[in-house]
C-alpha cells in the first residue's frame, strides 16, 4: 500500500486539534452556563420588579440557546470529521463517539508526537 504524506498528516491533526479544542470549549461553557442556570434564575425570580425580572430570564434564555446552539454545531462538525487513512469518521463508533488521538476504525494517530515520527519517516502507511 500506499503512505499518507506527513503534510497531509500535519494539516489533518491541526485541524482536528483546533476542532476538539473548540467543541471542549463550547461544552465546558454549556455546562457552566447550565450549573449557573439555577442559582441565577431563582436570584432573578425574587426580583421585585417583572419587567426587569422577565428581561433577565429572557436574556439568560437567548444566551443558553446559543450556548447549546454552539455546543451541537462544533460537536456536530467534531463527529463528521473524516480520518485521512479510512475516510470514515474519525471519533464515530456504534459504541462510543468520544474524541481521542486514534482513529476508531484504522487506528491513525493525530497527536503532534505521531506528526513528529510521521514527518521523521516520511508518512504513514495508508493500510
Ligand atoms: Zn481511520
Avoid at 59 to 73: D, H
Wanted: with cysteine; charged share 20%; proline share 6%.
Amino acid at each position: 500500500m500506499g503512505k499518507l504524506d506527513w503534510q497531509d498528516l500535519e494539516f489533518a491533526s491541526g485541524r482536528y486539534t483546533r476542532l476538539r479544542r473548540r467543541s471542549r470549549r463550547w461544552h465546558l461553557t454549556f455546562l457552566l452556563t447550565a450549573l449557573l442556570a439555577i442559582p441565577l434564575l431563582a436570584a432573578a425570580g425574587a426580583l421585585p420588579y417583572p419587567v426587569v425580572r422577565n428581561l433577565l430570564v429572557a436574556a439568560f434564555a437567548i444566551g443558553f440557546l446559543g450556548q447549546w446552539s454552539g455546543t451541537l454545531i462544533t460537536w456536530s462538525a467534531l463527529t463528521r470529521f473524516p480520518c485521512p487513512r479510512c475516510g470514515r469518521r474519525f471519533i464515530m463508533i456504534w459504541w462510543s463517539s468520544w474524541p481521542t488521538d486514534r482513529c476508531k476504525h484504522s487506528g491513525l494517530n493525530l497527536s503532534p508526537s505521531a506528526v513528529a515520527r510521521a514527518r521523521e519517516n516520511g508518512g504513514v502507511e495508508l493500510s
